[in-house]
T-cell receptor, first 115, second 116 residues
Framework: GDSVTQMEGPVTLSEEAFLTINCTYTATGYPSLFWYVQYPGEGLQLLLKATKADDKGSNKGFEATYRKETTSFHLEKGSVQVSDSAVYFCALSEGYGGSQGNLIFGKGTKLSVKP | DTGVSQDPRHKITKRGQNVTFRCDPISEHNRLYWYRQTLGQGPEFLTYFQNEAQLEKSRLLSDRFSAERPKGSFSTLEIQRTEQGDSAMYLC??????????????FGPGTRLLVL
């Protein structure tokens, strides 16, 4: 079945460092891809998404490009801040060819940014 | 605040008891989802409603679990005869009507269940 694999955490960075969190997926159809973020004590929030190959999602300085050839959707940010400390989840949802329903999530990557 | 709301936020119960959680989606969102998240894991899909119709159920949803959305607005998730393995965060999400493109799911804060 469909699945999402993301890099194990925790990831600890200093402020202003470059961030990459790897995400790869397995899907039979044409999935949409998402990054959700969960700040401490808060619910899941959509960070960015991409609905087709070569699309780039971006928000709050974060970017991810939908790479069909490598089945990847890596999250990047050029300069992290302490306020970016959170758990980041990569997820997919089947598009036209599959269910209109559920998201399939990776296990999450905890990011801690030190001042 | 017009986001997804869930009640209660926390629930502690004894093994064997029944519990019920409520989710109020964003108004005009006709699709509603339930997920379960255990510690250190990503959310796992449980079930999905479009209006009042339950269209999809995960194999994770055992016979002890039942979900309803009687009027196509709020939804309830009931767990009967709770087990310690049911301890988790139960998340609700909603999304607007299907337009042919994948719509964003908006999540509530979750209900954290602890079964003693």
């Amino acid at each position: 079945g469909d699945s999402v694999t993301q890099m194990e955490g925790p990831v600890t960075l200093s402020e202003e460092a470059f961030l990459t969190i790897n995400c790869t997926y397995t899907a039979t159809g044409y999935p949409s891809l998402f990054w959700y973020v969960q700040y401490p004590g808060e619910g899941l929030q959509l960070l960015l998404k991409a609905t087709k190959a070569d699309d780039k999602g971006s928000n709050k300085g974060f970017e991810a490009t939908y790479r069909k050839e490598t089945t990847s959707f890596h999250l990047e940010k050029g300069s992290v801040q302490v306020s970016d400390s959170a758990v980041y989840f990569c997820a997919l949802s089947e598009g036209y060819g599959g269910s209109q329903g559920n998201l399939i999530f990776g296990k999450g990557t905890k990011l801690s940014v030190k001042p | 605040d017009t986001g997804v709301s869930q009640d209660p936020r926390h629930k502690i119960t004894k093994r064997g008891q029944n519990v019920t959680f409520r989710c109020d989606p964003i108004s005009e969102h006709n699709r509603l989802y339930w997920y379960r998240q255990t510690l250190g894991q990503g959310p796992e899909f449980l079930t999905y409603f479009q209006n009042e119709a339950q269209l999809e159920k995960s194999r994770l949803l055992s016979d002890r679990f039942s979900a309803e959305r009687p009027k196509g607005s709020f939804s309830t998730l009931e767990i009967q005869r709770t087990e310690q393995g049911d301890s988790a965060m139960y998340l609700c999400a909603s999304s607007p009507p299907w337009t042919g493109a994948q719509e964003t799911q908006y999540f509530g804060p979750g209900t954290r269940l602890l079964v003693l």
